[in-house]
């Protein structure tokens, strides 16, 4: 059984970029949800997708976008990057939304 | 909205010491419960869960039991380990099964 995957691993970007996340889910899982982890802190919830729509959003704002595709594989896209957005981008698998597994993350750093 | 507070860390301790990591947390309605554990540049691992009142989660040693009564998630392990140093999040998920709402972390560090 495969386990979530992530990529890049590292990213750097400089302010005003644009970036793409990407996350493969665990077999079997139908649902990707995605958290930004600032240094320090818990992670914090940005959307959930399930089955190809977004399920729920938590309070980012709509430069913060996702897609899922047929398979349940899922982009996080963020325009014009702030300094801010420099942080751990985990993206967590389930099946319904419940016991979600995560991923290794991708570490992005804004410059 | 929901919300969850953990103990402060660091949380330092000798190997084969007793651990306790307060959670407490505030919910409406019925949540579901988790320890996560993430070790130094790595995601979050599931460590255990617990769905309902007076439930006990338990996993490799570690053991937390859901009371609804105190609205506390307490983690507890009879026997620490070096291998056990990392940082562990109490996480809690509403009944619409979308988001997890994590607590800030507590750094548990131990020393041979």
């Known amino acids: 059984e495969t386990g979530v995957t992530q990529s890049p691993t590292h990213l750097i970007k400089t302010r005003g970029q644009q970036v793409t996340l990407r996350c493969s889910s665990q077999?079997?899982?139908?649902?990707v949800s995605w958290y930004q982890q600032a240094l320090g802190q818990g992670p914090q919830f940005i959307f959930q997708?399930?089955?190809?729509?977004?399920?729920g959003r938590g309070n980012f704002p709509p430069r913060f976008s996702g897609l899922q595709f047929p398979n349940y594989s899922s982009e996080l896209n963020v325009n014009a990057l702030e300094l801010d957005d420099s942080a751990l981008y985990l993206c967590?698998?389930?099946?319904?939304?419940?016991?979600?597994?995560f991923g290794p993350g991708t570490r992005l750093t804004v410059t | 909205g929901n919300s969850v507070t953990q103990m402060e860390g660091p949380v330092t301790l000798s190997e084969e010491a007793f651990l306790t990591i307060n959670c407490t947390y505030t919910?409406?309605?019925?949540?579901?419960l988790f320890w996560y554990v993430q070790y130094p540049g790595e995601g979050l691992q599931l460590l255990l869960k617990?769905?309902?009142?007076?439930d006990k989660g338990s996993n490799k040693g570690f053991e937390a039991t859901y009371r609804k009564e105190t609205t506390s998630f307490h983690l507890e392990k009879g026997s620490v380990q070096v291998s056990d140093s990392a940082v562990y999040f109490c996480?809690?998920?509403?009944?619409?099964?979308?988001?997890?709402?994590f607590g800030s972390g507590t750094r548990l560090q131990v020393q041979p």
């Open positions: 967590a698998s389930s099946l319904d939304g419940h016991e979600q597994y």
């Open positions: 077999s079997g899982h139908n649902t």
């Open positions: 997708y399930y089955r190809e729509e977004e399920n």
């Open positions: 919910a409406t309605g019925y949540p579901s």
């Open positions: 617990a769905t309902k009142a007076d």
């Open positions: 996480a809690l998920m509403g009944t619409g099964r979308r988001a997890l709402t």
